[in-house]
């Protein structure tokens, strides 16, 4: 069964942003989907098995910090 975690990710705030932090996490094993919104500067994943530190690794090579 599919979990979802968040992120806010407070440095997004373009569409290259969003592209950057999507491809990356993309790329991490389990990922199904990804979703930003940069209004609110949330980072939706969802998936299997999820790791939290491959998550958070992924934002951090795009870019960015999560919190």
């Known amino acids: ?3 979802t975690t968040e992120y806010t990710v407070p ?3 373009c569409g290259h942003c ?3 932090v999507t491809a990356e996490l ?3 094993t389990g ?3 990804v979703t930003v919104d940069l209004e609110t500067k949330v980072v939706t994943v969802t998936g299997e098995a999820l790791s939290d530190s491959a998550l958070r690794a992924a934002i951090e090579d ?3 910090e999560a919190s």
């Open 31 to 33: 990922v199904e989907a």
């Open 1 to 3: 069964m599919p979990e």
């Open 62 to 64: 795009a870019g960015y």
């Open 18 to 20: 969003e592209d950057a």
């Open 11 to 13: 440095g997004m705030s």
């Open 26 to 28: 993309r790329a991490v």
